[in-house]
Every structure is written in C-alpha cells, then in structure tokens.
C-alpha cells in the first residue's frame, strides 16, 4: 500500500527528492512519516507531516537539510534531502497512521509501511 522510490547513489552535497506512492487507504486521512535505517544501526524516525500538510515535525538531526511535504490529490508523500552528507546513507521508509487530528503529527505508531528505497551517499 506504501511504495517508496526516488533513492540511489549520490555525491555528498548533492539533493534528492524520495516520493511515498500510498494505495489502498484514504491518503487524506493518515498522517506521513518517514523513517531511516542505516546499516548496523536502528530504524530513526526522521520526519512526519499533519494530514493536511499544514503541520511537520523533524528529528534534531535532519533539521533544515529535509522538507517533508505532501499531495493529497497525488496520494503521494515525499522528502527531499538537501546536502547529503555520508552519514544518510540509509534505507529510507515512509509510514502511514491512521489520524483523526488534522493537525498533528507523528514519531511513533505508525498503521501502514511498505518496502523502502536505498540511498547511498559517496564522499
């Protein structure tokens, strides 16, 4: 029901945009997180965004380099990535939680996941 894409190998520096295809679910009405797992390392949770989008949160370490953003029209989600750098390297995956808040979003207690994209950052 989730299918993110959008990763690769890159240069350090270089930006990317990740995209969460959701199917299956009313997109409007689940809040988006996404989250990361880097090799040896635990999943982190790195941002999330309201159900209407008005509202984001981001973990202290990809603050001001990720913007988390969506299109309810496009039931699709995304994260773009501004200089990378060779500790994001990681498996990338973007959750869905069923919300009955608008405004509000999410570290934890996600419903919905699916299959991530890799990106491997080079220095």
């Known amino acids: 029901q989730l299918q993110a894409s959008g990763g690769g190998g890159v240069q350090a520096g270089d930006s990317l945009r990740l995209s969460c295809a959701a199917s299956?679910?009313?997109?409007?009405?689940?809040?988006m997180g996404w989250f990361r797992q880097a090799p040896g390392k635990d999943r982190e949770f790195v941002a999330a965004i309201s159900r209407s989008g008005s509202v984001t949160d981001y973990a202290d370490s990809v603050q001001g380099r990720f913007t988390i953003s969506r299109d309810n029209a496009k039931n699709t989600a995304y994260l773009r990535i501004y200089t990378l750098k060779p500790e994001d390297t990681a498996v990338y995956y973007c959750?869905?939680?069923?919300?009955?808040?608008?405004?509000?979003?999410?570290?934890?207690?996600?419903?919905?996941w699916g299959q991530g994209t890799l990106v491997t950052v080079s220095s």
């Open positions: 299956g679910l009313t997109f409007r009405t689940v809040a």
């Open positions: 959750e869905a939680r069923i919300s009955v808040l608008t405004e509000i979003t999410y570290s934890t207690g996600y419903n919905y």
